[in-house]
């Protein structure tokens, strides 16, 4: 449906004047679409589309109407409304208005409601898709006096039906989101939750708990198929609104996982029949929330799991059947689960004689719990045809997969020299071996498996009340070296670790970075797609200055006796971390200079004069 300057349907709203900051502008015209005419989808644009929209439009309500049981969903295919100011309150703006009162007046959205956001800019300012709370969806559209070549909007409307976003377990008696989620005998074992409000934004200041209980020989899968709280890559310290997974029945059992960004596809296992998902809301703009899924899993005790200590099946198959035989079996097809063993060798079929031509293999990993999975190389000789190739497609290789955003994705493909350590970024990972030639000297590989909790980080006290956090206290140990998760191969994707550091009331802690790797570009933010370090002198603190890439040199001094230093990993490229000495220090020892920086407002870090960077490397090298 396309409006212009002289609107289709007028509607006046007799009502009181309110602050027209906080809710609808009575004077306003309105347009009110109540069907998509039988179709799946209706549309809607500002005045004018694709012409630029007039200016001195003091306001302009779209308003959509569904059935009782419904909800509405916008979607902008184009949007350009002129941004004056960043925060969309002066000049050219949209108001939302998506949630009805909620004290005197009549229901619905009218002159009470608050509107949930406002937004301006161009399409990537625009959410993805807006959604009612309930059956009513305000837009209110405002343009200023200052002229401008913005085109406005075009978008598609349509009505879903709200019962497709139910909770399948039983709410729990007086409250209002707390819900229990039982396994029972000739029952369904898999269903879904939502966040409440979902596909529309979840309240806040509140707190919903999901607790899920298997029987004994059964397991508990969860996967959230979505979850949008708030947009960046904020440590999750730093976040007002958390989802917590526990591994167990109450708040006190360990920590599976933290999310509190924006992320797709991210599953969970748990380690025992009992599991609680816990859902704090407590920012001023909340996100859309979570939708997921569970699964009652029986405990997994397949015949083919297991440490492979020997020679694989695959070669047994060949000493009786011949190559061309195994090769066409599934014999060298394996899965290594946690349930039955914590490490174990996995070695190429004949291993250490050659293995035969055309060998396809799979090999998939599955933890459980705050598990990662993680492979060390002890032997890698595969066949080459060129040493000067530049990517493995044409030589004999071992490729390594990943679970990015709920689908399979390839991490890395090896061919040449002996791979660093990898590690998992969830419960699972999959290696495929392709062997199209070999010959005499190619051994093959031998690979040592490892299901870990620490991320192979072998210092510090590890806490159960975060997935990968770790306490280093001057009362405990002075000195000493910590590392990022993995080192020294690939950290893991998607991962956030903390470390902190606990002085007495006089000393402060000294780190000297010997070796510095993190995939990113500076400032290290989301918008480079940067993974990052920061460091802060506060548990909870945003505005530190972040680093990344390759450094050559990088020292730290926390401002008091506490520090923190949070890693964070997106899902994209990989690098191999880091390595440094920390030492605690007493004031008295301390001759330091502070080097402003105008990145830095919270933290006040400061870089080392020369001549203590020297007794720090003198009592490291001591240490040593």
């Known amino acids: 449906m396309r409006t212009s300057t002289t609107l289709i349907l007028v509607f006046h709203l007799s009502l009181h004047t309110v602050d027209e900051g906080h809710a609808i502008n009575p004077s306003c015209e309105c347009i009110r679409f109540t069907s998509t ?175 899920f209980n298997a029987r004994q020989n059964e397991r508990i899968k969860l996967v959230f198929d979505e979850s949008f709280l708030q947009k960046g890559d904020m440590s999750c310290l730093n976040r007002a609104d958390i989802i917590k997974v526990f591994d167990g029945r109450t708040s006190t059992a360990p920590v599976l996982a933290m999310l509190c960004n924006e992320l797709i596809g991210f599953e969970i296992l748990s380690t025992g029949p009992e599991l609680l998902v816990q859902f704090t809301a407590n920012s001023d703009t909340p996100g859309q929330g979570f939708k997921a899924s569970y699964q009652f899993q029986m405990q997994y005790n397949s015949n083919t799991d297991g440490d492979i200590n020997k020679k694989s099946s695959t070669a047994d198959a060949i000493s009786g059947l011949g190559p061309a035989v195994s090769a066409a079996t599934s014999s060298c097809h394996q899965v290594f689960s946690s349930d039955k063993s914590k490490s174990g060798k996995l070695t190429s079929p004949l291993y250490p004689s050659p293995y035969p031509q055309k060998t396809h293999c799979h090999y998939d990993f599955m933890a459980r719990g705050r598990e990662r999975v993680r492979l060390v190389f002890e032997d890698f000789s595969l066949q080459r045809i060129s040493d000067s190739a530049i990517d493995c497609e044409s030589s004999d290789s071992i490729d390594v997969f990943l679970y990015v955003d709920g689908r399979l994705e390839k991490m890395a493909s090896f061919c040449n020299d002996t791979p660093k350590p990898i590690m998992s970024n969830g419960p699972k990972l999959s290696i495929e071996f392709r062997g199209i030639f070999s010959s005499r000297n190619s051994r093959g590989f031998k690979i040592s498996y490892y299901f870990v909790e620490d991320y192979a980080i072998s210092t510090g006290i590890q806490l159960q009340e975060f997935p990968c956090a770790f306490v280093y206290n001057s009362s405990e140990r002075s000195k000493g070296v910590v590392t990022s998760p993995n080192y020294p191969g690939f950290y893991p994707r998607d991962t956030e670790c903390n470390y902190f550091f606990y002085g007495h009331e006089n000393e402060r802690v000294l780190l000297h970075f010997t070796y510095f790797d993190v995939e990113g570009v500076m400032p290290c933010e989301a918008v480079s797609a940067s993974d990052y370090v920061q460091f802060s002198s506060q548990m909870i603190d945003s505005k530190s200055q972040r680093y990344c890439g390759q450094l050559r040199e990088l020292q730290v001094t926390s401002d008091k006796n506490f520090l923190r230093i949070t890693f964070r990993s997106n899902d994209r490229l990989d690098g191999t971390g880091f390595k440094c000495d920390y030492i605690f220090l007493r004031d008295s020892e301390m001759h330091s200079m502070t080097m402003p920086d105008s990145h830095d407002k919270g933290t006040n870090i400061r870089i080392t004069k020369l001549l203590l960077l020297i007794c720090f490397e003198f009592r490291t090298i001591a240490f040593r």
């Not at 959509?64 to 925060?87: C, M, N």
């Not at 998506?98 to 625009?126: F, K, L, Q, T």
């Open 37 to 211: 005419y039988g179709k799946e989808r209706g549309t809607f644009s500002s005045p004018d589309y694709p012409r630029p929209y007039p200016p001195h439009l003091s306001c302009v309500l779209y308003t959509f109407i569904a059935a009782p049981h419904e909800i509405v969903e916008l979607i902008f295919t184009d949007f350009d409304i002129y941004k004056e100011h960043l925060e969309c309150v002066h000049g050219d703006y949209i108001k939302v208005y998506s949630e009805g009162i909620h004290g005197p007046g009549p229901p619905g959205i009218n002159e009470y409601s608050a509107w949930s956001r406002i937004i301006c800019g161009s399409r990537v300012d625009a959410p993805p898709a807006l959604y009612s709370h309930g059956p009513v969806l305000v837009l209110e559209l405002h343009t200023g006096t200052k002229a401008s070549n913005a085109t406005g909007f075009v978008g598609t409307y349509r009505f879903i039906d709200r019962r497709n976003f139910e909770t399948d377990g039983i709410r729990v008696p007086d409250t209002w989101c707390d819900y229990v989620f039982n396994s029972q005998p000739n029952k369904p074992v898999h269903g879904r939750l939502y966040s409440p409000r979902y596909p529309s934004s979840y309240p806040s200041n509140m707190r919903c708990n999901y607790h």
